[in-house]
């Protein structure tokens, strides 16, 4: 299925939005974007949800929670909502299944948000909120540094 991930910045009522944006497709996810490392994060997390689910090892009862648990490498529903759960603080990441780009765009400006994907962008300070220490960036070159994001999602599955 068609996944489109999305940067914006603006102010919105996060609970009132997430209505909208399951009303409009499912699974869905709006994320705090100063957590998202890069557009691959968020699709390596749908990836491993869709697994968990198909091969009966889901936490939770909704792909778009197993989404969000990966997305933020957490086993626990509230940590993961926590970590990386839409925030007030204006900058967020939506994942659309089964949309368009035309048609996610098209929502995000209905909402008064200006698309701003340079919000998915990685770098050191949100790597090391995944518990990725300075010894470990050193192991890899700058440009794979998003990888060991991708690395902490992969580690789910086994700690599951």
């Known amino acids: 299925m068609n996944k489109v ?38 699709l390596a997390a749908c990836h491993h949800a869709e697994k968990a689910f198909e091969y009966k090892k889901n936490i939770s009862n909704s792909l778009d929670m197993e989404i969000l ?10 940590e993961a909502i926590k970590f990386a ?7 967020y990441v939506f994942l659309f299944y089964g949309k368009s780009l035309k048609e996610a765009k098209d929502f995000i400006h209905n909402l008064g948000l200006k698309i701003d994907n340079s919000l ?20 890899v070159s700058k440009s794979k540094y998003a990888d060991l994001v991708l690395e902490r999602i992969a580690m789910l599955d086994v700690i599951k």
């Open 5 to 42: 991930v999305i940067g914006a910045k603006g102010k919105i009522n996060i609970e009132k939005i997430l209505k909208k944006l399951q009303k409009f497709c499912s699974p869905c996810q709006i994320f705090d974007a100063s957590v998202i490392c890069g557009k691959q994060h968020v």
């Open 69 to 78: 648990l990966y997305v933020a490498g957490k086993r626990q529903i509230n």
């Open 85 to 91: 759960g839409a925030k007030n603080n204006g900058k």
């Open 120 to 139: 998915l962008e990685p770098d050191t300070k949100k790597i090391k909120k995944f518990g990725i220490t300075e010894k470990e960036l050193k192991t």
